[in-house]
């Protein structure tokens, strides 16, 4: 039996709520059951008294507002507990049709894909200014080359993933999880695809492009974090590269004047290139350590993946596994009432 479990990470939202609850599938071609699971995130409105009054399978919630990455994370786990063979995000906004989530699992079903994102029509939204359109469109270029994907809507949080990839994945940040795990699915050579979707219009601005400057730095600073940490030996090898070639054009550049004689008037060159050269070496020597440490964090990947297939088997079974202890103080669930 195919279970498939649509995810919605929630703060502050009863008032659209109702709405996005109403447009979901209970039934999807090639999927025997579809339940509705809700993460309030630390919610100081009635987010998750709306959420069960309107028919919700399940809710998480967190004591806190923790943000957007952890609720997802939260969600992840929460459906992998239920045992869920397919989860789809989507946002408690509205913003995605829910009529598009078959076409976002198909490729799931037909093995053709461990992980599906929903990619907008970016350029015809009307209500995206025209710097908006430019920054997604430039932000997913670079997540494209950073990622080694061909996701052309990195920002989109409407996704499907399989059992298998909800497994693998490990959500580091707190602000969003969009190109986190993107980065994160190329590097570990998980199929990725896009299917175009389409938008409802909006209910409220929104939370995360709130601020363009805010949005741009937080994302960038995402996405080289996440790229270190999935390539470490050519993020630190490459600037290494660059100090070492700079400081070898300044010796040869001083070697140049020493040999005309007029080295006496240049040896801040040699100080400079000493200097970068001591930056380039230090450089390659922590791409090594880094390297080796990436190698460790490989095996521990597949430790926490044989963990986490345990525990979705043994909840298969009906015996929830317990919450790991530092989730306690982040997360709590409470059952649906029939």
């Known amino acids: 039996m195919t279970k498939l479990i649509i995810q919605i990470p929630c703060y502050n939202e009863a008032e659209s709520l109702p ?10 071609p090639g999927v025997d059951l579809v339940e509705w699971l809700v993460i ?28 957007l990455a952890r609720a997802f994370e939260t969600g992840l786990d929460k459906a992998l507990q239920l045992g869920a063979d397919i989860i789809v995000n989507t946002d408690a906004d509205n913003q995605y049709r829910a009529e598009d989530i078959p076409a ?17 029509p970016i350029s015809e939204i009307e209500h995206f200014s025209w710097s908006k359109k ?50 994160q699915a190329g590097h570990s050579y998980m199929a990725v695809k896009s299917v175009p979707i389409r938008i409802n219009k909006p209910l409220r601005p929104s939370r995360l492009f709130s601020n363009p400057v805010s949005y741009v730095w937080k994302s960038l600073v995402t ?27 300044l010796f040869l550049r001083y070697a140049y004047f020493l040999v005309q004689g007029a080295g006496k008037g240049h040896v801040q060159s ?29 095996l521990l990947e597949k430790l926490n993946l044989r963990i986490t297939s345990l525990e979705t088997e043994i909840a298969s079974l009906g015996k929830a596994p317990p919450i790991p202890p530092d989730k306690h103080a982040a997360a709590g669930s409470e059952p649906v009432p029939k």
């Open 40 to 67: 309030d995130d630390g919610s100081e409105d009635d987010t998750a008294q709306v959420a069960l009054a309107h028919g919700v399978d399940h809710l998480a919630r967190h004591k806190g507002h923790l943000g």
């Open 223 to 249: 996405m080289i974090r996440i790229y270190i940490t999935y390539s470490p030996f050519r993020g630190f090898a490459l600037p290494g590269l660059v100090f070492l070639s700079l400081g070898g054009l």
């Open 19 to 28: 709405l996005t609850l109403s447009q979901l599938p209970r039934e999807v």
């Open 104 to 120: 976002l699992v198909a490729p799931i079903l037909s093995g053709e894909a461990d992980l599906v994102v929903g990619e907008r």
């Open 270 to 298: 040699v100080i400079v290139g000493a200097l970068f050269l001591g930056a380039g070496g230090a450089l390659f020597v922590v791409s090594l350590i880094v390297d080796l440490i990436s190698a460790n964090r490989k």
């Open 134 to 183: 430019r920054l997604q469109q430039l932000g997913s270029w670079v997540v494209r080359r950073m990622s080694r994907t061909s996701v052309r809507d990195a920002p989109s949080g409407f996704r499907a993933m399989s059992r298998e990839a909800a497994n693998r994945l490990n959500v580091l940040g707190f602000y969003t999880y969009t190109l986190e795990t993107l980065i």
